[in-house]
């Protein structure tokens, strides 16, 4: 029984009874777990697309090592409407120079960029 009175001047018990509400920590843990879920979801994500467009550079004819390091970088910088012109470019084993002659081809000048720079960098062993 509540003898705190409310508005009304007669408490808490003469009025209708309070829904329980969540507590502060209550709430912040659920958005906690909400932000953590949605975290996990897109490093999920990134590591599937990264699979993918590894796999697109070994079917281009790149080497494995250059392909893995390569797509690690251009998942970071390119849009999935980018890697997506990518993936036309299977064929037979190619240099990593004829490979970026092929992506010059496509006609997307930040595509080149992007793909030329991580080229260089991997093939190298700087990326």
Do not use: W
């Not at 408490?11 to 906690?32: K, Y």
């Not at 990134?46 to 893995?68: C, F, I, M, N, Q």
Request: with cysteine; hydrophobic share 45%; charged share 25%.
């Amino acid at each position: 029984m509540n003898f705190f009175p409310d508005r009304t001047g007669r408490g808490e018990s003469a009025g209708r009874a309070r829904a329980a509400q969540p507590s502060g920590f209550a709430r912040a843990g659920a958005g906690a777990a909400l932000i953590a879920g949605a975290l996990l979801l897109s490093g999920c994500v990134e590591k599937v697309a990264e699979h993918r467009v590894r796999t697109a550079l070994v079917d281009a004819g790149l080497p494995d090592d250059v392909s893995t390091c390569m797509a690690r970088r251009m998942v970071d910088r390119l849009t999935i409407a980018q890697l997506r012109k990518l993936r036309a470019l299977q064929g037979p084993r190619r240099t990593v120079p004829e490979y970026v002659d092929a992506v010059r081809r496509i006609g997307d000048r930040e595509v080149l960029e992007v793909t030329s720079s991580s080229a260089v960098l991997c093939a190298t062993g700087f990326g």
